[in-house]
């Protein structure tokens, strides 16, 4: 059984893995690693295109490029991840809870998904940091309860299957309460689908957190978030395009990696799949 | 038929009336004095004061909400903070512009995607195919915000073919003026939304070529562009109905990003204005003006769904 799973795990999970994984390393290692100090002004190094000392060039004030995209590469993540741990927290446990209570619970759980549901997710986002000052943490939890009603789903449909299992059955008739049967039972047979779409969610998380801060309702200024940086770019597009390309391009590479990953989680995970191999 | 029309009716009104609370809320329990963000951080507390008398902030919340809200039910959305002129106006003058830009982008996404969407599934492992599968990646790898970027870089700044930011009115500008500041925005909504109703039409359209009705119509000897467009083409262009609302929510998303990258005057952009100056009716009644599109979008395609599925019109009528 064991060796069945590893000869399972596809090659593009591996390497999306090993790309999302250096990442993060860079990510947690940027404040020390960095060659130039990333918030310095250098004004006699303005605009300097891409050089052996400057890997990515310098920006309008003689930043180095590198050093600032490696010290804002935590931010995406931190909104990737972090986003998508905020659903989950919230929205698998309303998930449950709907599926297990059923009634007005439910009814009152699923409206209030359907209304979330109903506001197009940018929207939503610009909704909750449109009055309040700004900073990744508030854009980290925007993009986190945007995402809530599709984990609540998720959750949902996946316990509402459960809970018709034998074993739930069982722990019923041993007396077990509601707590116990969720948390015991439901819950830790509920983890493939939801790694699944949590892993597909996580692309997303980042998209839409580097699209909010790319409009201002992010990390502010100096702060070097990739979409930030991006914004900033703009009025020297012409004569020093590194300055956008190169967080752009960083923020492609992760994307495409994570959903890599994803994928072929999903194909690793996919109950439909598993079912498919026991034949 | 009407019984479903009339409930989903029921369930619009009732999400855009739970969305002025929500906006309403949102706006004004969140901390954070309103007249003390107008004003700025040097503001006096008279100023501040006089400022919050004029707006009505010492109301009571539910009057200043029923102030709100019996103003949208009369199509009044109140004064623009910024521009002092009514905001209703303003945004229907921006919704305006965004109806162009949308419009323009579905009509190019329904051809073009569901084109491509019939002919790779048709050619399937054609270079077409292979190409739409890595339009696909593309689609997730690249926001469109960076997008906007890239093509401002190559084709506004490197080529200099198109302009890169603005607007013209079809009387300043002429056709070719006013199609010129189209080009760029719109290439960049309908890329994403191209890949990605062609591929729903590719998977759903194969399904329906593999179907056992096609295999029928092939055996009674009809020519194979009658089998598809007869019997593979209307069962497959189903499913991808259920997934224009969805498109619709990507669309809105990307004309706020686009309008501002390409200082477009619309909604989108109008919104990000009165969020950066905490213009609250003209954010609130264009938040409102947004989400009522997007619900009667969802409106209309569940009931086109329903029009053209006959298995949920029997269910409908039924119940």
Redesign the interface.
């Known amino acids: 059984m064991k060796e069945g799973f590893t000869q399972r795990i596809p090659r593009t999970l591996v390497l999306g893995g090993i790309i999302v994984g250096s990442i993060c390393i860079l990510a947690a290692l940027g404040p020390w690693i960095v060659p130039f100090e990333p918030d310095a002004f250098a004004i006699r190094e303005r605009l300097l295109a891409p050089s052996a000392a400057h890997w990515f060039g310098t920006d309008e004030f003689g930043r180095d490029v590198f050093s600032r995209v490696l010290a804002g590469a935590h931010h995406s993540l931190l909104m990737g991840f972090g986003a998508t741990a905020i659903s989950l927290v919230i929205g698998v446990p309303l998930g449950l809870i709907a599926a297990f209570r059923r009634g007005w619970t439910e009814e009152a759980i699923m409206r209030g998904v359907?209304?979330m549901i109903?506001?197009?997710?940018?929207?939503l986002g610009?909704?909750?940091?449109?009055?309040?000052?700004p900073s990744l943490f508030k854009t980290m939890l925007a993009v986190g309860l945007v995402y809530v009603p599709i984990m609540t789903r998720v959750a949902r449909a996946v316990a509402l299957g459960l809970l018709a299992e034998d074993f739930v059955e069982a722990a019923r008739a041993r007396g077990e309460g509601g707590f116990h049967i969720l948390a015991r039972e439901i819950l830790p047979n509920a983890w493939p689908p939801l790694i699944v779409e949590t892993a597909l969610r996580i692309?997303f998380a980042i998209?839409?957190g580097?699209?909010l801060s790319?409009?201002?309702?992010g990390p502010q200024p100096p702060d070097s978030e990739w979409?930030l940086m991006?914004?900033e770019?703009?009025p020297f597009?012409?004569e020093a395009?590194w300055i956008?390309?190169a967080p752009?391009l960083c923020?492609?590479l992760l994307?495409?990696s994570v959903?890599v990953v994803g994928e072929g989680l999903r194909d690793l995970l996919d109950p439909r799949l598993r079912g498919r191999g026991h034949g | 038929m009407t019984g479903f029309i009339a409930r989903r009716l029921v369930s619009v009104v009732f999400?855009l009336w739970?969305?002025t609370v929500?906006?309403f809320l949102?706006?004004h329990v969140?901390?954070?004095s309103?007249a003390h963000?107008i004003l700025g951080e040097y503001a006096t507390n008279e100023a501040i004061a006089a400022l919050e008398q004029r707006l009505g902030l010492n109301d009571p919340l539910y009057l200043q909400y029923w102030h709100w809200f019996s103003g949208l039910l009369r199509g009044d959305f109140g004064n623009s903070l910024t521009m002092d002129r009514p905001a209703g106006p303003l945004i229907m003058d921006a919704l305006g512009k965004s109806a162009i830009l949308a419009g323009v982008s579905i009509v190019l996404v329904a051809i073009i995607g569901i084109a491509l969407g019939i002919h790779s599934a048709t050619h399937v492992g054609s270079w077409a195919d292979r190409g739409l599968t890595l339009m696909q990646?593309f689609f997730?790898?690249?926001?469109?915000?960076?997008w906007c970027?890239?093509v401002?870089?190559f084709f506004a700044?490197w080529l200099g073919w198109l302009p890169a930011t603005g607007y013209t009115p079809l009387a300043d500008g002429g056709v070719l003026g006013w199609a010129k500041h189209l080009v760029l925005p719109v290439g960049t909504l309908v890329l994403g939304l191209i890949a990605h109703v062609s591929r729903l039409v590719r998977s759903s359209m194969l399904e329906a070529i593999e179907s056992r009705y096609v295999l029928a119509a092939r055996a009674k000897g009809l020519p194979e562009w009658v089998v598809l467009r007869r019997h593979a083409l209307p069962n497959a262009l189903l499913p991808a109905i259920t997934v224009l609302a969805v498109d619709?929510?990507i669309l809105?998303?990307g004309i706020?990003?686009v309008e501002?990258?390409f200082a477009y005057p619309g909604l989108g952009r109008m919104?990000?204005y009165a969020?950066?100056n905490?213009d609250?009716p003209l954010?609130m009644g264009g938040?409102m003006v947004?989400?009522a599109i997007?619900?009667i979008a969802?409106l209309v395609a569940d009931i086109l769904y329903a029009v053209l599925n006959p298995r949920i019109r029997v269910s409908g009528s039924a119940g």
């Not at chain 1, 109903?118 to 929207?123: D, H, Q, R």
């Not at chain 1, 790319?214 to 309702?217: E, Q, S, V």
């Not at chain 2, 997730?140 to 960076?146: D, K, M, Q, T, Y």
């Open positions: 359907d209304l109903s506001i197009p997710p940018v929207l610009l909704l909750i940091l449109a009055v309040s000052d692309t998209l839409l580097s699209a790319f409009l201002g309702l979409g991006i914004a770019s703009r597009i012409g395009p956008g390309l752009g923020l492609c994307l495409v959903n | 999400v739970a969305m929500l906006v949102i706006v969140l901390p954070g309103v963000m990646y997730i790898a690249v926001p469109e915000f960076f970027i890239l401002i870089l700044v619709v929510g809105i998303g706020v990003v501002s990258v919104l990000i969020i950066d905490q609250l954010m938040m947004i989400t997007y619900a969802n």
